[in-house]
């Protein structure tokens, strides 16, 4: 009887074991990663851009938002949210109260699919199918059927009351630190919501620095940063493929950008120019999907100094 069950129990137990990790202790360990990119003009000094993304709030999760609270703490010079701040309607109070230290200092931001649209429960498995043909979210997807409308304008006007720039779309200037900063935005990708056409032309001078800000990393939105001469892009959305493999990585990204490249630094050619991209984890998952294996949930410390 041991010899013939022995084996699947024992697959079953560390299956459990591993469900149990991924659910109860690495989705819920949030980790800071600190990054250095040569990317500035000769002379200029160093910025400190503290970048959160893929919060994913669901009401009642108390400790991310002390843990969100605390990263005040670090003193960047400014924020970029690159957004899916939600993963409950009802969870917009307390995303504003988490980002509450955070919107004292200046910042920027965009939304992704889940700040406009509730989550579904859908099979995990389909985002290899999805990898497989080519499909993402509404490039190559029908619209979702029911989808839930969250109350996004209520996001929207909590951050520019803090004076966070809105990039949906569109072009802004930031100062901090005694620098200006020209943001360039677009809406998300990953529903189609993206006008790259309304903002192209690259950097217009306005200020000392320039960088790209989008919610989905998709390669139609990296190129049109790059080829217009962004030395920086910034991004989310892939999670950081939520679960890997160890000493693997990745098995998707939820979009058509590579696996090599789900997470942390990398750079992106386009027409003869390069780009550093910056993709985050994120610290949050889909409420229905509450698991994280080989990938901890983040936010990211960038130091921006002169080019090498």
């Given at each position: 009887?041991r010899?013939?069950?022995g084996?699947?129990?024992g697959?079953?137990a560390?299956g459990?074991a591993?469900?149990?990790?991924?659910?109860?202790f690495?989705a819920?360990?949030?980790?800071?990663?600190?990054?250095?990119i040569?990317?500035?003009?000769?002379?200029?000094?160093?910025?400190r851009?503290?970048?959160v993304?893929?919060i994913?709030m669901?009401?009642g999760?108390?400790?991310?938002?002390?843990?969100?609270?605390?990263?005040?703490?670090?003193?960047?010079?400014f924020?970029?949210?690159?957004?899916d701040?939600l993963?409950?309607?009802?969870?917009?109070?307390e995303?504003?109260?988490a980002?509450?230290p955070?919107?004292?200092?200046?910042?920027?931001?965009?939304?992704?699919?889940?700040?406009?649209y509730?989550?579904?429960?859908?099979?995990p498995?389909r985002?290899?199918?999805?990898k497989a043909?080519?499909?993402?979210?509404?490039?190559?997807n029908?619209?979702a059927v029911?989808?839930?409308?969250?109350?996004?304008q209520?996001l929207?006007?909590?951050?520019?009351?803090a004076?966070?720039?809105?990039?949906?779309?569109?072009r802004?200037?930031l100062?901090?630190?005694?620098?200006?900063?020209?943001?360039?935005?677009?809406d998300?990708?990953h529903?189609?919501r993206?006008?790259?056409?309304?903002?192209?032309?690259?950097?217009?001078?306005?200020g000392d620095?320039?960088?790209g800000?989008?919610?989905?990393p998709?390669?139609?939105?990296?190129?049109?940063?790059?080829?217009?001469?962004y030395?920086?892009?910034?991004?989310?959305?892939?999670?950081?493929g939520?679960?890997?493999?160890?000493?693997?990585?990745?098995?998707?990204t939820?979009?058509?950008l590579?696996?090599?490249?789900v997470?942390?630094l990398?750079?992106h050619?386009?027409?003869?120019?390069?780009?550093?991209?910056?993709v985050s984890?994120?610290?949050?998952?889909?409420r229905?999907t509450?698991?994280r294996?080989?990938?901890?949930?983040?936010a990211?410390?960038?130091?921006l100094?002169?080019?090498?």
């Amino acid at each position: 009887m041991r010899a013939r069950y022995g084996v699947p129990l024992g697959i079953t137990a560390a299956g459990a074991a591993g469900l149990l990790y991924a659910a109860g202790f690495e989705a819920r360990s949030f980790r800071l990663r600190r990054v250095t990119i040569p990317v500035l003009p000769t002379g200029m000094r160093p910025l400190r851009v503290l970048h959160v993304s893929d919060i994913h709030m669901v009401s009642g999760q108390r400790k991310k938002q002390r843990w969100l609270r605390a990263l005040a703490g670090l003193r960047p010079d400014f924020v970029i949210n690159t957004g899916d701040n939600l993963s409950d309607p009802e969870g917009i109070p307390e995303v504003l109260d988490a980002l509450g230290p955070l919107m004292e200092l200046p910042g920027a931001y965009v939304f992704g699919s889940n700040d406009y649209y509730g989550p579904k429960l859908r099979n995990p498995a389909r985002y290899l199918f999805e990898k497989a043909q080519g499909r993402y979210g509404l490039n190559g997807n029908p619209p979702a059927v029911g989808a839930i409308h969250n109350p996004w304008q209520k996001l929207r006007d909590g951050f520019d009351e803090a004076g966070w720039l809105n990039l949906t779309n569109t072009r802004g200037v930031l100062k901090a630190a005694g620098v200006s900063v020209e943001l360039t935005g677009v809406d998300d990708p990953h529903i189609k919501r993206d006008r790259y056409e309304q903002v192209a032309g690259g950097p217009s001078g306005a200020g000392d620095f320039a960088m790209g800000v989008v919610h989905a990393p998709y390669l139609r939105s990296l190129d049109a940063f790059t080829a217009d001469g962004y030395p920086l892009v910034l991004a989310g959305h892939t999670h950081g493929g939520q679960l890997c493999l160890p000493f693997y990585g990745a098995f998707v990204t939820n979009c058509d950008l590579d696996t090599e490249r789900v997470k942390g630094l990398s750079t992106h050619t386009a027409e003869g120019r390069t780009a550093y991209m910056h993709v985050s984890a994120g610290c949050g998952t889909n409420r229905y999907t509450p698991v994280r294996f080989a990938c901890p949930p983040e936010a990211s410390l960038l130091t921006l100094v002169g080019r090498e």
